[in-house]
């Protein structure tokens, strides 16, 4: 008799424990969802759009948790290169942002590894990648980042600017260069121009 009574609070007991796990995993869930249409919407806001790599991975939307130089939200995607996005809006930071260029300045000197033989390979983006992603200006810089922004071996740093719009900065991280992907950087971008140029 105590045998079986012992059965069945345990089954009672385990039954308990997978109705916990299931609601923890319902929350953690509808959170990762919310979070992911609160950034959609804010990026809608400025007429920023996200897109999938040309290969068509699928991404997801996550927060960075970063304690040092925190970014609004990570993609996640199959390429297993890290992504980072932080965006500032116009109508928000206009003061901030109406020098696109001083404020790469300063994104750059923050997050360079300024420790031993540092080197920056920075360009202006031309007239064909601005349309591609629908900014009036745009930049790229390559290099290696600070141990407390990532681990990765290099930095991608586009930056896209928008007058009137916003400016977005893609950090891409990875380690190895010569896998590197060229269409990795096509994540991101004002309007419509990027998504119907790649389809």
């Known amino acids: 008799m105590l045998i079986i009574k012992a059965i069945l609070i345990t089954i009672v007991d385990l039954t308990k424990v997978a109705y916990i796990l299931l609601f ?6 509808l959170s990762a969802q ?3 249409d609160s950034v959609r919407q804010e990026l809608s ?10 290969e068509r991975a699928e991404y997801a939307i996550k927060p960075d948790r970063s304690v040092v130089f925190p970014t609004d939200f990570i993609i996640k995607h199959t390429d297993k290169v890290e992504v980072r996005v932080e965006f500032f809006s116009w109508e928000k930071d206009s003061i901030a942002i109406s020098n696109p260029n001083i404020k790469n300045g300063i994104r750059l000197g923050q997050l360079v ?3 031993g033989e540092s080197k ?5 983006l031309g007239s064909e990648d601005l349309v591609l992603f629908g900014a009036d200006w745009a930049t790229q810089a390559t290099f290696k980042p600070k141990p407390t922004f990532s681990d990765k071996k290099h930095c991608q740093l586009i930056t896209l600017y ?5 400016l977005i900065f893609l950090y891409l991280l990875f380690d190895n260069m010569e896998k590197y992907k060229d269409e990795w950087r096509y994540l991101i971008g004002f ?4 998504q119907d140029t790649i389809k």
């Open 24 to 29: 923890l995993f319902l929350g953690i869930s």
């Open 34 to 36: 919310s979070f992911q």
């Open 45 to 54: 806001d400025i007429q920023v759009q996200l897109f999938t790599p040309a």
């Open 113 to 115: 590894d300024n420790l």
């Open 120 to 124: 920056i390979s920075l360009h202006r």
């Open 162 to 166: 928008k007058e009137e719009t916003g």
């Open 191 to 194: 309007g419509d121009t990027v």
